[in-house]
């Protein structure tokens, strides 16, 4: 099956890390009182050169070679996997799941600086830059320049929920070997099934995250119904078209997760920036995930909520992760 839990029904019709908080100087103007004095820029994939690509995909295969931060029998790089599919339910069709995924990638950023020596940030991938085009021929996918592509049909795995999965077998990341699969330790290739829906690529759900829908979305003027369609729309939709490790809830074992939920914090960064006296603090909807179209059914979400990845990093408020430019963080795009 295709399509999982990660869309929604509309789509279908004291931490381990201390968070950066040093960079070079920026010029964009102050948008929250406790903003950091010098934000650093990250940037679009296709904005790295030759260089910064393989310092960044370096790093990346950097992370599988150190150990477990969570006592897992694993290593660093597995341990974003098993922490997100632990809190799957807390942090999708939620209200906190943008600013939990903001924490989130911040964590992982932050690993990648402090154990692998990584100068940089985490890049960011703009598919509405390809979704008019093949999104399936996509400068992110190429073997020599991007995070490798398609995975091979020649070259195939059996997972524990019984689907047979295509390796990757060309790029930075044609001989990595993640370690977990949805809620099972099930060692195996990394995994992608380009699709449209069906068994064909086709246009890779392209519909879902051209530049006028995502124009529409961004056009919203209110944060819950802007995270529900953004996280069900783009969000899932990217999700599902490039299948394979990014379908189920361990879907950190894809590198490309990173670079599409920095997009994802991205967009959300672009929709505070045009009210960010007002946006920098909005937050609202549910706490718990509701039975879909069941209005009050769950208590409603609230800045003080306390947002937690496990042994990954401390408990965090989520009003302290409304603004890429506070102290904790200070990065913008």
């Known amino acids: 099956m295709l399509f999982t839990s990660i869309l ?16 070079v100087t920026s010029s964009s103007p102050q948008t929250y009182p406790q903003r950091c004095k010098s934000p650093q820029l990250r940037k679009e994939w296709r904005q790295l050169n030759a260089k910064e690509r393989k310092a960044y995909t370096d790093a990346v295969l950097c992370l599988k070679s150190k150990p477990s931060q ?19 339910k807390e942090v999708h069709f939620v209200a906190s799941f943008l600013p939990w995924h903001r924490y989130f990638l911040s964590l992982y950023e932050t690993a990648l600086q402090q154990q692998c020596s990584y100068k940089g940030l985490v890049p960011y991938w703009d598919w509405t830059l390809d979704s008019p085009h093949n999104v ?38 044609k001989n990595l070997k993640v370690s977990y699969f949805g809620s099972s330790l099930d060692g195996h290739c990394l995994t992608r099934n380009f699709n449209n829906g ?27 119904s ?49 009210d960010p006296k ?7 909807g549910n706490r718990m995930q509701e039975d879909f179209g069941a209005e009050g059914s769950s208590p409603k979400a609230q800045l003080g909520d306390v947002m937690s990845v496990r042994e990954l990093g401390g408990d965090v408020k989520v009003k302290d992760f409304m603004t890429t430019e506070s102290p904790r963080l200070c990065y913008r795009y």
């Open 278 to 284: 007002k946006r920098n603090a909005e937050f609202g």
């Open 8 to 23: 929604l029904p509309s789509l279908l019709a004291s931490s381990v890390y201390a968070l950066p908080q040093t960079s």
């Open 136 to 173: 399936s021929q996509s400068h992110l996918w190429s073997s020599k320049t991007g995070l490798g592509g398609n995975g091979n049909p020649l070259k195939t795995v059996s997972l524990s929920d019984g689907s047979t999965r295509n390796c990757v077998t060309d790029g930075p990341f």
């Open 70 to 88: 969570i006592g897992l029998s694993t290593s660093l790089y597995d341990d974003f996997p098993y922490v997100h599919q632990q809190v799957d």
């Open 198 to 224: 069906t068994e064909q690529i086709g246009d890779m759900l392209a519909f879902a995250y051209k530049p006028d829908v995502v124009a529409e979305i961004q056009g919203l003027k209110d944060y819950d």
């Open 226 to 274: 802007y995270r529900r369609r953004l996280e069900s729309g783009p969000h899932g939709a990217i999700h599902s078209a490039v299948g394979g490790d990014l379908i189920p809830a361990t879907s950190p074992n894809d590198p490309v997760f990173f670079l599409h939920h920095a997009q994802i914090d991205r967009l959300w960064w672009l929709w505070q920036q045009k």
